[in-house]
């Protein structure tokens, strides 16, 4: 990256970019609405079981300009969902700017360990361990999205639910390799706990990106 480039991406003007498409939201509380997904690269909290180490490297990914993927993704859908790698590397204020413009609705998927940017609708916080939320994103949260892949993750699990406000939704989904051993244990989980409720990747079983 020169320095130009640098300076574009620091301004917001230009983003890693590792691929953009419209399908159905797969998770959480939108599951099965349609959508348009811009995932960054990107991303430094390094989750062991992370199914898109590939969008680690921001440098393996070309950068974009910013307004020109807004307008991409707002001739297909007005629902907009930014992704990674960790999006809040970046700064989203070009984007999203854009992309409110055009009339979308923004949602975010983040693990919270950076700063908040740019105009969101929709902030899904999904906390890891190895890099813990900054203190402003719970109150900001809309659903809090905690991954079980063992039985301590949900002590974890109940220590970021009473940082976040009492409207975020609460959902527990199981790390995809472990999903015949930890659903199992959700479900026991959700029904002594009801405020919790069970997301399910619905689209690895559909088989669409």
């Known amino acids: 990256m020169n320095k130009e480039e640098d300076i574009l991406l620091n301004e917001g003007k230009m983003l890693p970019v590792m691929e953009h498409f419209y399908t159905l939201q797969g998770e959480g509380a939108h599951t099965g609405k349609a959508a348009y997904f811009i995932r960054l690269g990107g991303c430094d909290v ?7 180490k590939e969008s680690w490297n921001p440098d393996l990914h070309p ?3 910013a307004e020109e993927i807004a307008e991409t993704a707002a001739k297909h859908c007005k629902t907009v969902v930014l992704t990674g790698g960790e999006p809040l590397m970046w700064n989203l204020d070009i984007l999203t700017s854009r992309l409110k413009e055009l009339g979308c609705t923004i949602h975010i998927e983040t693990s919270g360990a950076y700063p ?5 609708d929709w902030i899904t916080l999904s906390p890891k361990k190895t890099g813990l939320p900054k203190e402003d994103v719970y109150a900001k949260a809309n659903e809090l999205k905690v991954i079980i892949f063992n039985n301590h993750d949900f002590s974890f699990a109940e220590e ?3 940082k976040v406000s009492e409207n975020c939704k609460l959902y527990l989904q199981s790390e995809w390799s472990k999903r015949d051993e930890m659903y199992p244990k959700i479900t026991d ?3 002594a706990h009801p ?3 069970a997301s399910v990747q619905t689209h690895k079983y559909l088989n669409i990106p």
Not at 46 to 52: F, L, S, Y
Not at 116 to 120: D, K
Request: charged letters at 10%; one cysteine or more.
């Open 116 to 120: 908040t940017s740019g105009q969101l």
């Open 63 to 65: 950068l974009m300009n």
């Open 195 to 197: 405020e919790w409720q």
């Open 46 to 52: 390094g989750c062991h079981w992370c199914d898109v």
């Open 189 to 191: 989980f959700i029904l």
């Open 160 to 162: 970021q639910a009473a």
